[in-house]
């Protein structure tokens, strides 16, 4: 499928296990991200990538890991999962060519950590 | 460092309906300026979005223009209908690529 994926669509796991989101994308898109969504905060970046091998923080990184080996994919780490981790969460893409700087966002992963 | 206000939902109107949702920021430079949509159970969409100072964003009856001197990038529709229904986000770029988020505005629209 075109476009930009993410998987699991849900997920159910338990205080202290870790837990990775895989995104997707078919585009070549240089620029990819992470973001969260909870109650109150809107979407909160997590972490981003400019290119593959190149990652960066944003606003709340604590608690995840990213890597980017091949420009299509930016799985997200959670290395042990905790309660404040339940969200839902957003991976997006960016074209580089410089007339447009639209993000393109995947359909959500909602974390539930018990 | 960089924010985006918006006001607090839910907003609550009835069909053909004038809307305005308030969004104004804070940031360094001239960042760009956008709106998002989620529909229920989907991820965010772009609605519309301005790049400098005056610029006016419009897509499917809804419009926003960037206004520097007041820093604000009110979304507005002449008349709303039921598929209207959605939270609304606005969001800027001040060129390091990653969005800020306002908090969003759920819109609900009454036949």
């Known amino acids: 499928d075109a476009g930009i994926t993410q998987s699991p669509r849900y997920k159910i796991t338990e205080t202290g296990r870790q837990v990775t989101l895989m995104c997707h994308q078919t585009?070549?898109?240089?620029?990819m991200f992470w973001y969260r969504q909870d109650l109150g905060h809107g979407l909160r970046l997590i972490y981003y990538?400019?290119?593959?091998?190149?990652?960066d923080k944003g606003e709340v990184p604590d608690g995840y890991v990213v890597s980017r080996s091949k420009t299509e994919n930016f799985p997200l780490t959670l290395e042990s999962a905790t309660r404040s981790q339940t969200s839902v969460y957003f991976c997006?893409?960016?074209?580089?060519?410089?007339?447009?700087?639209?993000?393109?966002f995947g359909p959500g992963t909602r974390l539930t950590v018990l | 460092g960089n924010s985006v206000t918006q006001m607090e939902g839910p907003v609550t109107l009835s069909e053909e309906a004038f809307l305005t949702i308030n969004c104004t920021y804070t940031?360094?430079?001239?960042?760009?300026l956008f709106w998002y949509v989620q529909y229920p159970g989907e991820g965010l969409q772009l609605l519309l979005k301005?790049?400098?100072?005056?610029d006016k964003g419009s897509n499917k009856g809804f419009e926003a223009t960037y206004r520097k001197e007041t820093t604000s990038f009110h979304l507005e529709k002449g008349s709303v209908q039921v598929s209207d229904s959605a939270v609304y986000f606005c969001?800027?770029?001040?060129?390091?690529?990653?969005?800020?988020f306002g908090s969003g505005t759920r819109l609900q629209v009454q036949p």
């Open positions: 990538s400019a290119a593959a091998d190149i990652t």
């Open positions: 585009w070549s898109h240089s620029y």
């Open positions: 940031a360094t430079g001239y960042p760009s």
């Open positions: 997006a893409s960016l074209g580089i060519d410089m007339t447009t700087d639209t993000q393109y």
């Open positions: 301005a790049t400098k100072a005056d």
């Open positions: 969001a800027l770029d001040t060129g390091r690529r990653a969005l800020t």
